[in-house]
């Protein structure tokens, strides 16, 4: 769908759980969520990638790194 998209010269933000989390994250340090949620909306599509994220935990999970 993305790739269809991007032919069609529609804007797409395409992001990670990740990602998103840290632009998000960093919005909220520099006081500038709203223009960074803002620009974010103004993709005509917008992809969170699960499949990667899914991968990333996988991967993490099975070099025994836990979150804490």
């Known amino acids: 769908m993305a790739q269809a998209a991007i032919e069609k010269d529609l804007r797409v933000a395409w992001f990670t759980l990740e ?9 909220k340090v520099h006081g500038s969520t709203a ?14 990638d ?3 994220t899914a991968t990333m935990a996988t991967a993490v ?3 025994g790194i836990t979150a804490g």
Do not use: F, N, Q
């Open 19 to 27: 990602t998103l989390s840290e632009t998000i994250g960093k919005s």
């Open 35 to 48: 223009p960074t949620v803002a620009r974010i909306c103004r993709a005509d599509l917008i992809v969170v």
């Open 61 to 63: 999970s099975a070099c």
């Open 50 to 52: 699960y499949a990667e």
